[in-house]
């Protein structure tokens, strides 16, 4: 099962692609979209789009999953944040992949193990999880962070099904 990982910006988007096999994860690619800023909102966001349509079609991820937007103290970020966010839910949806969500802390947590880690204990841990890891970008490494979110979700979900997670085993 491939999965692809966002993490959302307008300036700037990461993606990642990760493969799991049962318990284990490989790294396929990652890489970082960047809109031009000379350029209007809408032309930027088309950016956006033909990027993640692009990594969709060159490495064929069955899932998608995507950070959750946070409400930060400047609301025109958020608002552009929100935009970019749309649209990358919307690349993956149009190529008829299932789109998660997964909050920042619940990221963190599933990668580090608590949910306020920090960008470098994150992208350490990422490069545990996927030995040899080389990111493009900061973004990247968020990105690869979403996709294995979601891939240990996936795990859990499985197990669940099969019966094979112990009570009180799970988190």
Known sequence: M???GID??????GWGVIEMAGNRLTHVA???????GERTTAERLTQLHDGLMAAIEAWAPQEA????????Q?????????QARGV???AP???NLPVAEYAANAIKKSVVGAGHADKAQIQMMVQRLLPGVKFESPDAADALAV?????????????????????????
Do not use: Y
């Open 2 to 4: 491939r999965v692809l």
């Open 88 to 90: 990358a839910m919307l």
């Open 8 to 13: 959302p910006g307008l300036r700037h988007t």
């Open 93 to 95: 949806a149009r190529a």
């Open 65 to 72: 999953a995507i950070e959750e937007t946070f409400v930060n």
């Open 74 to 82: 400047n609301p025109a970020s958020t608002l552009k944040l929100g």
């Open 30 to 36: 990652n890489g970082r979209i960047s809109s031009d």
């Open 147 to 171: 996709a294995i979110c979601h891939a240990h979700h996936m795990q859990s979900r499985a197990a669940w099904s099969r019966g094979t997670v112990m009570a009180g085993a799970a988190s």
